[in-house]
């Protein structure tokens, strides 16, 4: 009787609605919704659905379900993109967002099929390892198709201040181990909820995870030193940016410059202590700023670094090698001289953004003039700056942990990040990308300097916090201070040690699978105390 009321526990009655309920709980993780708690307990409806699962053709529907609703909820502005600038009719932009789901949402599948497959020799044995099944999965994202598009892991949703230190060692693998762990010890419990040992085993963790965050938490924030200035020039898109070509209209270009000097005059050093050169920061943006082929954008930022004695940080385009059409879109860093320090070219491009896969060329529109012609940089390049050393990416990049470890340089350094977000519009968009971009300052412990051409600009410290920031869709300079930071941490230098041991753990419960010849953690899906009962599908 135990037995078959232990089977009867937490059976789903409807598993699709299920899974999409997970998938709805997990979209409002992120902004603009942001009921962050969900976190904790968004995968458990999933993960109880596949635990009494009997079909791996199901299982696989049913991730699957669970991953193109998260999707389709969180990254729906894709279809909005590919309509407003990519040319394309709402037909079209509808089915390459379908494409994009039914590619992506295979992650999820795959996750489901495994961890239903582990179910059927034994729940319990599922549930530990479906936690590191979720840590391998986003590893699979990170890497996957079209370079990878590690957009809005479950661990970003993770809020607690705290917790979210442990990012210096695991990176955002580590915290959505966390969340995800918390929805298998909640199922495990749920399987038999009468087991007081489980319970208590719950009560244990969720006590450890508050004791964690209470004695994770960063100190008090300090200001700091060095100066700041974060340009949102809020460039208009597609052919109003023309507009601001400065060898046609040298205006807008002069405004900017001038609205740098005065943001910089306006915040004084700091008394008491010697300085560094002020940083002044003009984000990504649509605007075509050339900087080896226009000798006016080129002189205006180097006359800017000389009159300010600052370092200028400015995105802009080149091109791949002398008189090639190739272009790379760049950051370029001038040294309070006039000399160029560093030209970044961005490594990871953006698919459809900044080119268009060569079977697709006639299919996307292009959504920027440049777009289907942009190659990648090569160089994991930082520049310097006296002692210290200033690590830059672009826009697309802050989403990829991995990359930009390796581009936040050793040593008193600070990372800076130019961006532009207006693609999107009034999506959520913007603010998922700062929350991405929040991790990155806490894997690498610096200091992260964020200009975008019309929001979310900010700068955020060491922990993650954001310490000041402007309104969106205004042109304006934010004066901000930071520090150079020199700790390296063990993600830094270790990068995705965490998320490949999840993988190889997953592997290690996937073959232990095989050899348990009976279910002494559990009870098996499908499973009957009769005997002559105990059939279980095999599609």
């Not at 009655?13 to 969900?38: N, Q, T």
């Not at 099929?113 to 582990?118: Q, V």
């Not at 090639?324 to 950051?331: E, G, K, M, V, Y």
């Not at 990416?393 to 991995?402: A, D, L, S, T, V």
Request: charged residues 15%.
């Amino acid at each position: 009787m135990n037995e078959s009321r232990r089977e009867w526990t937490g059976r789903p009655r409807f598993p699709y609605w299920e899974a999409a309920f997970s998938g709805v709980l997990m979209a409002w993780c992120f902004p603009k919704s942001d009921i962050a708690w969900l976190v904790w307990v968004a995968p458990l409806f999933l993960v109880l659905a596949l635990l009494h699962e009997t079909s791996l053709k199901r299982a696989y529907l049913l991730g699957a379900t669970t991953g193109a609703l998260f999707l389709l909820l969180s990254v729906y502005w894709i279809a909005l993109v590919m309509k407003n600038y990519g040319n394309m009719s709402w037909p079209a932009a509808m089915g390459v967002m379908t494409a994009f789901l039914f590619a992506q949402s295979s992650y999820w599948g795959f996750f489901a099929l495994a961890t239903c497959w582990i179910a059927r020799r034994s729940r319990s044995l599922a549930l530990a390892a479906a936690v590191f099944l979720w840590v391998a999965m986003e590893l699979a994202e990170t890497y996957g198709y079209f370079g990878g598009f590690p957009w809005n892991l479950l661990g970003y949703a993770v809020q607690s201040n705290g917790l979210r230190q442990i990012a210096a060692v695991t990176g955002v693998y580590g915290l959505s181990f966390l969340a995800m762990a918390t929805s298998s010890l909640a199922a495990w419990v749920i399987l038999n909820p009468r087991s007081i040992r489980r319970r208590i085993v719950l009560a244990a963790w969720i006590v450890a995870l508050a004791v964690g965050n209470y004695a994770l938490r960063p100190p008090a924030p300090n200001e700091g030193v060095e100066r700041a200035i974060l340009v949102q020039p809020n460039v208009p898109l597609n052919e109003a940016a023309e507009l601001w070509a400065p060898w046609r209209n040298p205006a807008p270009l002069a405004h900017l410059s001038q609205l740098s000097l005065e943001a910089l005059r306006a915040t004084p050093p700091s008394s008491g202590s010697q300085t560094a050169p002020p940083l002044i920061i003009w984000s990504e943006n649509s605007a075509p700023f050339y900087f080896n082929r226009d000798a006016v954008f080129r002189g205006a930022i180097e006359n800017l670094a000389r009159e300010a004695d600052a370092y200028v940080i400015a995105g802009a385009t080149n091109f791949a090698g002398r008189g090639t059409t190739q272009p790379l879109n760049s950051a370029i860093v001038i040294d309070p001289s006039g000399n160029v320090v560093l030209q970044y070219a961005k490594i990871h491009l953006v698919p459809f953004g900044e080119y268009v896969p060569a079977w697709l060329d006639h299919v996307v529109g292009k959504i920027t003039s440049e777009a289907g012609n942009f190659v990648p940089g090569t160089s994991y390049a930082s520049a310097p700056a006296g002692r210290d050393r200033i690590g830059v990416f672009i826009c697309y990049e802050e989403i990829f942990p991995q990359l930009v470890r390796r581009l936040a340089p050793r040593g008193p350094s600070v990372l800076v990040n130019i961006s532009d977000d207006a693609w999107y519009g009034d999506s959520s968009a913007a603010f998922q990308t700062m929350e991405m971009a929040r991790l990155r300052a806490i894997e690498n412990r610096r200091y992260l300097l964020r200009s975008t051409n019309d929001g979310v600009t900010d700068v955020i410290d060491p922990y993650g916090r954001v310490r000041a920031t402007l309104p969106r869709h205004e042109q304006a300079a934010l004066a901000g201070r930071f520090d150079y930071e020199s700790a390296e941490t063990f993600y830094t230098a270790h990068g995705d040690v965490f998320a490949w041991a999840c993988a190889a753990v997953a592997c290690v419960l996937m073959l232990l699978r095989l050899l348990v010849p009976h279910h002494p953690w559990g009870q098996p899906a499908g499973f009957n105390i009769e005997p002559q009962r105990n059939k279980i599908s095999t599609q």
